[in-house]
């Protein structure tokens, strides 16, 4: 297996361990809002999982690897333009280990080795009552391990489709188990305070519990010093040392060229991948899983001599034989020339480029070829209907109608392309997984279906007969670009998948259905095609037959 690959592996596999520590300790903080005692309560579960003798090795190993590689990837890093995210998820990074020393030396050093109880009653009493500094120390590590845990926990997520479903149920827990765990330890404090103030045994008496003695306080304090001032700039300024002496060094090595297609130069260091060239170019390059192999965006086409390009590696392979890019096709994160190269960045969205859009530039018009999923849907005999309506009955329920549809479109993770007439036609491209994007487009074909029904209940009065729709769904390939000309144009997709996804719209007609989706699609979405009834049919400009499959009512698509 590509080295790169494990690595990246066990950067999720053990940031996501850490991440499920640090909710669980977290958690187990917030019940300092009922008691101390709850808190200790809480912990007795916490430590029969954690601080069993497998469960602690595994835990420390996934720290030990997580910091190591986290290491890793910042001195492979060949330059420090990085987003607002990867600032912040690399400085919170740097600081953790910082405030991490002290908390380390009594539960790690102090409870293994000293046989120091370090109960909440003890942490809380200690700090509160003793070491105010320990406190905000406290406060201010749980908010860097949190904020570095969500970030990579989002990034890790943000293009799964059960994610961006539940994207406010998982933002509001972001928010929550901080709140709630800074909220918990607060109280402890106060009540640790309070009960002090009251009895004055009650301080000695935690100590005891605790078995707490001068010397072993003292030693622990020596060991945090030494990890903290010692230890912890020693380290850093190890790698500072490293990055000056790596920057020097590059800088007398030979180095490539590398050509933009709209003329712009770069002369870099061999091996610097076209991600990192444009950005010590500052050259806008979209990267948005942050160079990770895993959006898509950075993608670039080669235009020049593609026999001197180095192999895909795998995380590229991968990703390659998924989407089925053309071979002059690469991904800018991963590639790294070993000649001059000549390339074209593919997908421009950022702002800057958005502008470049709106005054009609070359690239912009020039479009760009991306896998993505189409839905169509249609009123069925809405005309016919609305001749019979007043005008303002005819926008009313259009736009009650729209509302559920553009929700259900959105909140799968699509986007609506266009309003024609009565209908609606829908892009999901969301996740650089095409299997997410169908399902996604499922999801939303489903969810309109069940507000429509809801409607003709609410509208029975209204209406002879129920509202009718018609969707079709396909997924393909298609180039999204700029169409249009002036103030008059927008960004749309074009191209057979988007023909083929209208016929579809168009068969439910004859065929008095709701749905109809392409094989193809229903394959990739890998759904129960059991209740869908199959045809062959003929597309016009298409020598060969397709298949596809209808359904009665969309509401019923099972999706797993
Ligand atoms: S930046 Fe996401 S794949 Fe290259």
């Excluded at 912890?232 to 790596?246: K, M, N, Q, T």
């Excluded at 009123?379 to 926008?395: A, H």
């Excluded at 609606?424 to 279906?449: G, P, T």
């Excluded at 180039?479 to 168009?506: C, H, P, W, Y």
């Amino acid at each position: 297996m590509d080295l790169n690959l494990i690595i990246r592996y066990l950067r999720i596999v053990s940031g996501s361990f850490l991440f499920f520590y640090v909710v669980t300790h977290l958690s187990n903080h917030s019940l300092g809002i009922i008691s101390i005692d709850a808190m200790e309560y809480g912990r007795s579960f916490f430590l029969t999982f954690w601080r069993n003798y497998f469960v602690s090795i595994i835990l420390y190993s996934a720290l030990a690897i997580h910091l190591l590689l986290g290491i890793y990837a910042l001195a492979r890093r060949k330059n420090i333009k990085l987003t607002a995210k990867e600032w912040t998820r690399n400085i919170s990074a740097v600081l953790i280990p910082f405030f991490l020393a002290g908390h380390l030396s009594i539960t790690l050093y102090g409870s293994r080795w000293e046989g120091l109880i370090d109960s909440y009653s003890f942490m809380v009493v200690s700090t509160w009552v003793f070491d105010f500094t320990g406190v905000i120390f406290l406060i201010l590590m749980l908010i860097l391990v949190w904020i570095h845990g969500v970030i990579g926990i989002h990034g890790l997520l943000e293009f799964r489709s059960f994610y961006i479903r539940y994207k406010r149920v998982f933002f509001s827990i972001y928010w929550v188990i901080p709140s709630l765990a800074i909220i918990g330890y607060m109280s402890a404090g106060m009540k640790a305070l309070d009960k002090s103030d009251r009895d004055p045994s009650f301080v000695l008496e935690t100590l005891a519990k605790s078995n707490y003695k001068e010397a072993t306080g003292k030693l622990i304090l020596e060991i945090s010093d030494k990890l903290q001032f010692l230890l912890y700039p020693s380290i850093v300024g190890a790698i500072l040392c490293f990055y000056l002496f790596r920057y020097f060094w590059l800088r007398s090595q030979k180095t490539i060229r590398v050509d933009y297609l709209d003329g712009m130069r770069s002369f870099v260091s061999k091996g610097t991948s076209i991600l990192e060239t444009s950005q010590q170019a500052g050259i806008t390059h979209e990267h948005v899983c942050g160079g990770r192999g895993r959006c898509t965006t950075c993608r670039v086409r080669v235009l020049s001599d593609l026999n001197k390009l180095p192999q895909p590696n795998q995380i590229e392979s991968k990703v390659i034989k998924r989407l089925g890019f053309d071979k002059n096709v690469r991904l800018a994160c991963q590639l790294r020339p070993e000649s001059d190269i000549k390339i074209m960045p593919l997908l421009s969205l950022n702002k800057e480029t958005k502008s470049q859009i709106q005054l009609g530039t070359q690239r912009s018009l020039s479009g760009v070829e991306v896998e993505a999923v189409i839905l169509f849907t249609d009123i069925r005999g809405f005309t016919r209907m609305s001749e019979t309506k007043l005008p303002y009955d005819v926008v009313y329920i259009l736009n009650k109608y729209f509302k559920f549809v553009v929700e259900s479109i959105e909140d799968n993770g699509g986007r609506v392309d266009k309003f024609i007439g009565d209908g609606v036609m829908a892009i999901f491209d969301i996740s650089n997984n095409m299997n997410e994007n169908c399902k996604n487009a499922l999801v939303a074909s489903r969810s309109i279906s069940k507000s429509l029904k809801l409607l003709n209940e609410e509208l029975k009065s209204e209406l002879d007969e129920d509202l009718k729709i018609g969707i079709g769904v396909h997924a393909g390939t298609v180039i999204l670009g700029k169409m249009g000309f002036g103030q008059s144009s927008s960004e749309t997709a074009i191209g057979d998948s988007v023909n083929i996804a209208s016929r579809l719209e168009q068969l439910t007609k004859e065929h008095s259905c709701e749905i109809m989706i392409s094989k193809k699609l229903a394959d990739l979405a890998r759904i129960n095609q059991k209740n869908f009834s199959s045809l062959k049919t003929k597309i016009r400009g298409k020598e060969d037959e397709m298949d596809a499959l209808f359904m009665e009512q969309a509401s019923e698509i099972q999706i797993n």
